[in-house]
Structure formats: C-alpha cells, structure tokens
C-alpha cells in the first residue's frame, strides 16, 4: 500500500482541540491519512468524535484510522484500524472490516516485526525509535540501527516508525528505512501551528 510520508496522530492529551479540529488543521497542512488516537474517553463519545472527523476527512478523501478499537472502526465507517499486541488479533479485524480496510499494526523489535508480516495488515508500525513522553510504559527505544535491522528482516513491507519523531531526526529515520514516520508532540505541540507544523513536515 502507499503510505505517505508523514502520519499524523492526533492526542486530545496534547491539545484542547477537539480530535476533528486537529483533522480539519492536519488536513490543511496537507495530511493525507491520519491516526484518531483516545484513550481516555468513552467508547460512545469516541464514536462520536471519529464520525465527525471522518465527516471532514471525507470531502478531501483523507484516511481516518481508529487507534486499538475496531468496534468504533466499523461504526463510525473510518478507512481502518491500527492495532496493538494485545488488540484484537488482525485476522479477526480483517473479517470485521472487511478486504478494503487499512490494518496497521505495532511491533517493536525485528523479531515480531518479522512475524508481524505474515499477518493480513496492510502496514507495520515499529518503534519506539527514541524515547517518547506519549506512549505510557513504552518499550526501549530502537534507535536508528534498530529501524535498519527491521527493515532487513522484513523486506520492501511497509513500514511506519513511530516513537519521539522530531523536525530534527525524521528524515533519518525514513533514510534507514521507514516508508512513513507516525508523529504526535511535535505536530500538535501548539494547537495554533498545526497546520503550520504539518507543512513543515512536507517538505
């Protein structure tokens, strides 16, 4: 699948926006598929907030994908989910969703990343790559040589790195390998760059 270069997340920890503002701004900034991540809420009001930002997304035909619930995926009708090791195994979400939906999935060494793509999903996310303040009980970072060694161990499969992305380091981590990089803090930071922060990114 293609997979653009940048892959917003959006946090409602990090911003007061609400998530289909940040979708609005990302999308503005040139956002080609985005990443609805809430942890925090309820499922009712998740399901709510991702169909209003699936509503903005669509006119645009940007991907909303729904972080860990596939539940909300298939409601809401969101173009997929990403999820985790202890999610939903992804050959039941393909079932749910169906063959046209996008399934992501997180690993975080070689070894599951390798194993990883046996499964029926459409891109692995790796990581994390350096330390990161937004993931809570995050796995040791991998670095640059870890992002290397992934890709050796699974081939051309597409691959998003995620985990302490910065302005600075992005373009390294996509020259040791990665299709994409997933970026969270340094998008929504100050709400009022969003879209500022995403052109940025683009270029």
Partial sequence: MFLPRIYPITDPRLTKLSHAEQVKRLIDGGAQMIQLREKYGSPKD???????????????????????????????????VHLGQDDLPPARAREIL??????GFSTHNPEQAARAVKLPIDYLAIGPVFATATKENAEEPLGIEGVKRVREAIGNFPMVAIGGITFENFREIISAGANSVAIINNLL????SITKNMKKFSI
Avoid at 74 to 80: I, M
Avoid at 98 to 103: D, R, S, V, Y
Avoid at 189 to 192: I, Q, S, T, V, Y
């Fill in 189 to 192: 930071f100050d709400p009022a």
């Fill in 98 to 103: 169906g063959e046209n939906a996008i399934i």
């Fill in 46 to 80: 998740f399901y709510e907030l991702a169909k209003e930002a699936i509503k903005i997304a669509r006119p645009s035909s940007v991907r909303i994908i729904i972080n860990d619930r596939v539940d909300i995926a298939l409601a809401a009708g969101a173009g997929g």
